[in-house]
């Protein structure tokens, strides 16, 4: 006979607990079995139980959040519900949130890379076309412009191909670090592959040299060349500037390392008014030689300096960034440490040598 049993809350919690007790070790059985089938030797349970249940909605922020607290704690199911997908290699394609929260902050910390223009591409290589020699205008007379035939002047074009190469960056941090983190475990990531990139990326549009990495426009062929024979001088300094065609001094930017930056310094032009002034541009400071701003670089040798507008460097971005985290490769499980590694990938070029012109042979 079947008789209605009346529980309080509290023992209808005992009761509970008592089943959740008893179940447990069939549910942990099951739980492992299901990861020893998918090949995985870590699992979060929350998403064991209920994968990407409330994740697809997710704001940006909070999304970035999870998937990193995810790969710092080795939930690999948490991984697969918040990433954009996984890659070749095992690793996991971050969200979109977190990659554009890094690109949008690189102006903070990059001299060159938010002057250039950046071409997204969706394969491992292609062409673009590049313009190698421009229409000429031909002017005639009233007199002998009537029954003659146009000049003939046709553009000569070109082909710029790219093909992706890897940038990447690896941080380590203790494991307390990573367990005693609130919310800010996401910052304190972001800033420091941040700064890795943005250095990254300066440096490949300066010095790449245009084989394993993107070429930069030191390693560029056909750029104009100015030889300044020695120290540089407030004469060099505007040969250099009117050697460049006037239709690209409009956005004129100099590039070059702290050596030659501290060498201007001191110098001044015929009226003894300073070449380098440093104004203040939305409350920032900015470096200006002969009213053009700088741009520092300093993995450029000091013999040489550029100046050109950085618009005709071609940044090609395959706009996707991948992840991967461990706590026992190299010596991390001996120092107690999870590694973290980012990388994406991208090409650059110079797109058009004649909007850069060198300074070569400095020596003093």
Do not use: C
């Not at 008893?22 to 739980?31: D, Y």
């Not at 800010?184 to 990139?197: D, K």
């Not at 060498?263 to 009226?271: C, G």
């Amino acid at each position: 006979m079947n008789e209605n049993v009346n529980l309080s809350d509290q023992q209808f919690g005992t009761l509970l607990d008592e089943m959740a007790r008893r179940f447990q070790p069939v549910i942990e059985e099951k739980a492992h079995q299901a990861m020893r089938d998918a090949g995985l030797t870590k699992v979060d349970r929350k998403h064991a139980m209920f994968p990407g249940a409330d994740d697809a909605n997710l704001p940006a922020k909070e999304r970035s959040y999870r998937f990193f607290r995810a790969v710092l704690g080795g939930d690999l199911l948490g991984l697969k519900a918040l990433s954009e997908g996984s890659t070749t290699a095992g690793g996991y394609l971050v969200p979109d949130g977190f990659r554009e929260e890094i690109i949008a902050r690189l102006p903070d910390l990059s001299e060159l890379a938010p002057y250039v223009r950046v071409v997204p591409v969706r394969a491992d290589t292609g062409n673009v076309p590049s313009l190698a020699t421009d229409i000429a205008i031909t002017w005639r007379g009233g007199a002998t412009a009537e029954n003659t035939a146009f000049g003939e002047s046709d553009p000569v074009l070109g082909q710029l191909t790219w093909s992706l190469k890897r940038a990447d960056a690896i941080t380590k941090m203790s494991r307390e670090l990573v367990a005693d983190s609130a919310p800010s475990i996401v910052e304190f990531v972001t800033r420091l592959f941040r700064e890795a990139i943005a250095t990254e990326r300066d440096k490949m549009i300066a010095v790449g040299d245009g084989t394993t990495q993107p070429q930069g426009i030191y390693s560029a062929s056909g750029i104009e060349s100015v030889s300044v024979g020695g120290a540089l001088t407030f004469a060099k300094l505007v040969e250099l500037e009117q050697t460049l065609p006037r239709k690209y001094r409009t956005r004129g930017r100099w590039i070059m390392n702290g050596t030659n930056l501290r060498r201007i310094y001191s110098l001044e032009d015929d009226n003894g008014r300073p070449l380098f002034v440093r104004d203040m541009v939305a409350g920032v400071p900015e470096s200006r030689i002969l009213g053009y701003p700088v741009g520092q670089q300093d993995n450029l040798p000091d013999h040489t300096i550029f100046f050109g507008d950085l618009g005709y460097y071609l940044w090609f971005d395959r706009e996707e960034m991948g992840v991967e985290s461990t706590t026992f490769g190299g010596d991390a499980f001996e120092k107690h440490q999870t590694w973290v590694k980012v990388w994406e990938r991208a090409d650059g070029k110079v797109g058009l040598s004649e909007a850069f012109v060198k300074g070569a042979g400095i020596t003093a």
